[in-house]
């Protein structure tokens, strides 16, 4: 084999060397290329699930907060819940002193003067209940509410629609719109409604 030969060989040699080293190099680019490609796109649902995340996670912060204001708003509303209705009787027992006192003005001046005590006690009380929106219910000829009032018996009333309000027991009270104690009353029977065996 002469030299040329033998150039000409190892030149095809080199050539097709060269050739493999560079299919090689293309196919590990292109395998480095979509492992990037793939890490790309696993980095990016990583992201966009992180994201999605973080929106819930305010959106359920944003829900707590509310919740703990609206928790605080009513517990300033109805603090005094309990401190009003151990005040309630004191009322009651006030405007049972002045309905005592009804049809009583032959009995003296010493009389009088009490029960305009007992009234003036009584509106002043009743002006510093209103001044913390504690409201009186008194609910005679309205429609019977079984949310405001607490029927104490039913009572025949021929000039009362059924079911109102015909007589208060005692009054109801609300705490900013809502009762602190319903209004005991009686109510109307219907006239044709059947009779109820109360004994049994």
């Known amino acids: 084999m002469s030299t040329d030969e033998n150039r000409n060989e190892q030149v095809d040699e080199l050539k097709e060397a060269v050739e493999a080293a560079a299919e090689e190099a293309q196919a590990g680019a292109q395998e480095a290329q979509e492992e990037e490609i ?32 609206m928790d605080v708003e009513k517990a300033h509303k109805f603090a005094l819940e309990k401190f009003v209705k151990e005040l309630l009787p004191v009322a009651d027992s006030l405007e049972k002193a002045v309905e005592s006192t009804e049809g009583q003005e032959g009995a ?19 002006t510093s209940l209103k001044k913390f ?22 009572v025949p009333a021929p000039n009362a629609e059924p079911n109102s309000v015909v007589a ?15 209004a005991m009353v009686m109510v109307a029977k219907a006239q044709d409604a059947p009779k109820i065996d109360e004994q049994a």
Do not use: C, W
């Not at 208060?168 to 319903?182: D, E």
């Open 168 to 182: 208060v027991v005692q009054k109801g009270y609300l705490l900013n719109g809502r009762v602190v104690r319903p």
């Open 38 to 69: 793939s890490e790309l796109e696993a980095l990016s649902q990583q992201l966009q699930d992180s994201q999605e995340q973080m929106l819930r996670l305010q959106a359920e912060m944003q829900n707590v907060r509310r919740r703990a204001e």
């Open 108 to 126: 003296g001046e010493l009389v009088a003067s009490i029960r305009q005590g007992v009234e003036m006690t009584l509106s002043l009380f009743v």
């Open 133 to 154: 929106n504690v409201e009186p219910v008194n609910p005679v000829g309205e429609p019977f509410d079984p949310q405001m009032h607490e029927a104490m018996s039913m």
